[in-house]
């Protein structure tokens, strides 16, 4: 198990406030890393799955949903926070388990770093007896979080160590916290053809905004490759975050998926009791609409920048 570390303000020669570094434990007494900037914004990551569970701005709001009902025993992935998918959405492999092994394995702190204009941690996972014995593969993950005053950027790196080419896919299944799901849209993916899980079809996206009802499953494919803002706002027309959306393979931006996901009730599993449901949307960068081949020794990249108006 990887090193901890807990970020506080401290004042430096200057009087001005700085961050240092010291061990945290978080729910279930698991290792977190906590990053405070100096604005005041903070995140916790836990190093199991490098699971996000917290994203703070300056002025102490939370802009990250976790379940009343998450489970922290360091086998179950976390219900919330942003837990990273890899190397499989869903279970297209039924011998690997639902979205993979990377949010239930236990990550190790590479590094931790503070400046003035941002906190920076990084987590990595490589392959190991656990993973090979359902995806035999070498592989390298690093997952980055940067914290400034204005945004919290994450980013997964995936990297081919062994010597033939995989297929892989990933996602940042961040969950939103939201007032009310009910009055919750989606904006910025208008026009886009989509996966429609609760019914099995493929639609193109009419309305200019996303409404969610009801329990909604839908896999948008990317349109063109590059950066893609996704609003996540109100019915009435508010903005709380903009998520700008980027994936690469090889350093070449290609399309990013968006999975916009909330279950209700009707599909609320057991670590989610209602009406816990209403208090999140789920809106999830990924590379998920097909799978992407790496070649050894090349990278790919999936990120999102979450910047709260
Ligand atoms: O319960 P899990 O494994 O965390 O998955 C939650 C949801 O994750 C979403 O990304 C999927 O589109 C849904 O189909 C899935 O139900």
């Known amino acids: 198990m990887g090193g901890t570390l807990d970020l506080c303000h401290r004042p430096n020669v200057s009087g001005r406030a700085m961050a240092t570094s010291g061990p945290s434990k978080g ?45 922290y025993d360091g086998k179950k992935a976390i219900r919330g926070g942003v837990p990273l998918v890899f190397p499989q959405f ?29 906190s920076c941690a990084t987590f990595s996972l490589s392959d190991n007896d656990d993973t090979r014995k359902v995806w035999d593969h070498a592989f390298a993950l690093e997952f980055t979080v940067v914290l ?10 995936v990297t081919n160590t ?26 910025g993916l208008a026009g886009r053809s989509y996966s429609d899980k609760v019914d099995n079809t493929t639609k193109t996206e009419g309305a200019p905004h996303i409404e969610l009802p009801s329990f909604t499953d839908r896999v948008y494919l990317g349109a063109e490759p590059g950066a893609k803002d ?34 209700y009730e009707e599909k609320s599993p057991g670590d989610l009791p209602p009406p816990a449901f209403k ?13 992407y081949e790496l070649a050894p020794g090349s990278s790919a990249e999936l990120s999102q920048k979450i910047i709260p108006s």
């Not at 011998?95 to 941002?118: E, F, I, N, P």
């Not at 400034?148 to 790196?157: D, G, I």
């Open 27 to 71: 729910q279930g007494g698991l290792d977190t890393v906590v990053l405070r900037h100096v604005s005041g914004a903070s995140a916790e990551i836990y190093l199991f799955g490098a699971t996000l569970c917290s994203y703070k701005t300056s002025d102490g709001a939370e802009r990250i949903f976790v379940s009343p009902g998450a489970i």
């Open 90 to 118: 869903g279970q297209p492999d039924k011998a690997m388990a639902q979205h993979g092994v990377a949010r239930t394995a236990m990550w190790t702190l590479k590094s931790v770093s503070d400046g003035v204009d941002a």
């Open 230 to 263: 996704v609003l996540v706002g109100s019915k009435a027309g508010t903005c709380s975050v903009v998520a700008v959306n980027e994936a690469s393979v090889v350093g070449q931006a290609v399309p990013c998926d968006v999975v916009v996901w909330n279950p």
């Open 162 to 187: 062994g010597s033939a080419p995989f297929n892989f896919q990933a996602l940042l299944h961040t969950y939103f916290k939201i007032p009310d799901i009910g009055e919750c849209a989606v904006r």
């Open 279 to 291: 208090e999140f949307v789920c809106v999830e960068p990924g590379m998920v609409g097909k799978f």
């Open 148 to 157: 400034s005053a204005v945004s919290l950027k994450m980013c997964l790196r």
